[in-house]
């Protein structure tokens, strides 16, 4: 079958890989834009709420899923972009060190919470608790190889979807006819609410700075209320603040000043900003992450809702979408 797919964010990306694993051909339209949250995500997978020091819903089934969903692609399309640099949580006081080591003998948390290390001297930290399995995605990387793997193996449209019409007989998406249609389209979500029902968003801001700091050379992520993660020789990402109420596109003072507060707390080498943007996710009021088949049009599938963990639960979702294709299609 064809199928156009609107949106190639780290959903639409991982529908394409899973559409093309099942022998259907996909246009994919995609209007790419820099502010959209896929192309500001700083890629971290984590499977523990570290403010809450609890394990996130489902942690063990979407990181095995994801490692093995990851690995896949980079072998097919001969491109790393994965990085298993361990993230190192900040712990600042004797307490907040007795509590780690306690968690790490915790049955429920022992898989995630690893020993600590002797901190970095750019760090104000009496210890690095390790997170274990945790990852980062490099997402600019890995959505710019699925692009042109969409562009030499399928067809990819840099365009905007401006009209869909739907029939039993299949699906016209800007004057083009295919057999069916998958919908990735996050935050705007324009055809998803049209075709299949009003979603409930509850989006949140995200603000980062990329800094530049001569003396610090730390490789791994760290955590200590925001990120430092090192993007290259001198360069490192801070991030992301959560706002839910500020949802104006674009950087904000306050956001600014949020995360150099937050960084300042444990980071102690001199720094200068060299960037700064922002970027909306799109959660859903009840968190929950949406997808499904059309009840009436069964070849119509959508995938929303990935909130601030897409890199880690954009494999799982779009393999079990197309898995209930399958089911759907038999009853
Ligand atoms: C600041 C920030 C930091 C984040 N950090 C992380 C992180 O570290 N780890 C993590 O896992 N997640 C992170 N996230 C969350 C992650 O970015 C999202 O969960 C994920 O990107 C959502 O992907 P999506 O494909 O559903 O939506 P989007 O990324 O919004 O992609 C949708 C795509 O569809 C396109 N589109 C929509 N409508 C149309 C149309 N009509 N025609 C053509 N194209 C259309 C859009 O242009 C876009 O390219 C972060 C988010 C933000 C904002």
Known sequence: MHFALIGQGLAGSSLAIEADKHGHDITCFDLSNNNVASRVAIGIINPLVLKNRTVFDKSEILINHCLSYYAEVEKMLQEPFLSKNLIREVLSSPSEVANWMSLS??????????????????????GLGIVKNSLRLDVKNYLQ??????????????????????????????????????????????WTQKIFQPLQFSPSKGEGLIIETTNTHIDFPIHRNTFLLKENENRYTVGATFNRKDLQTGPSKAGKDLLIQELSYWFQDDFKIVNHWSGLRPTMKNRKICFGWHKEFPNIGFLNGLGSRGALTSPYYSSLLWSQHQNHKKR
């Open 145 to 190: 190889i699925i692009r042109n793997w969409l562009s030499k193996q399928h067809n990819l449209q840099n365009e905007d979807v401006t009209n869909i019409s739907v029939s039993k007989n299949g699906v016209i998406v800007n004057g083009q006819k295919f057999d069916g249609l998958l919908l990735a389209e996050g935050l705007r979500a324009k």
């Open 105 to 126: 003998k915790d049955a429920n948390l022992e898989k995630y919470i690893g020993s600590i290390e002797t901190p970095h001297k750019s760090l104000a930290a009496l």
